[in-house]
């Protein structure tokens, strides 16, 4: 069991979802968007509900082992949340020709600065 302090307050979780939310927390820590995520909290009385967090890029959590052993049956009692998909961009790499071609920028580059230090860029040759 994980005792999280969010946003002032102390919820009390298992440790697969306190785990989970420090995972979704701290690879979203760039992003730009709150979302909202359900989670299932031991109540004082011995009963659990459903809370919703709300993270974001700000989000702090502060997690701590509580002192008791695992409770048992805890995975059943308190299920994974579920993460919206995140906005990941494609990453497509580089082909044969766009290295070629990157290739003959930088040579046409490293021409026109080697004619700007000689001093025949061709500005005043026209």
Do not use: C, W
Not at 17 to 30: C, F, G, I, K, N
Not at 36 to 52: C, F, K, M, N, Y
Not at 71 to 81: Q, S, T
Not at 115 to 121: H, K, L, S, V, Y
């Amino acid at each position: 069991m994980k005792l999280i302090t969010y946003a002032g307050g102390t919820i009390l979780t298992g440790d697969d979802v306190a785990e989970a939310l420090l995972d979704y927390v701290t690879a979203h820590s760039q992003g730009e968007e709150s979302i909202a995520v359900d989670i299932q909290v031991l109540e004082p009385d011995g009963s659990t509900r459903t809370h919703t967090l709300v993270l974001g890029p700000a989000t702090e959590l502060d997690v701590a082992d509580v002192a008791e052993d695992t409770l048992a049956g805890e995975i059943a009692l308190f299920p994974l949340p579920i993460f919206p998909p995140s906005h990941i961009l494609a990453v497509k790499e580089p082909s044969a020709e766009t290295e070629a071609e990157a290739e003959a920028h930088a040579a046409d580059f490293n021409r026109a600065v080697e004619e700007i230090d000689q001093g025949t860029d061709g500005l005043f040759d026209r």
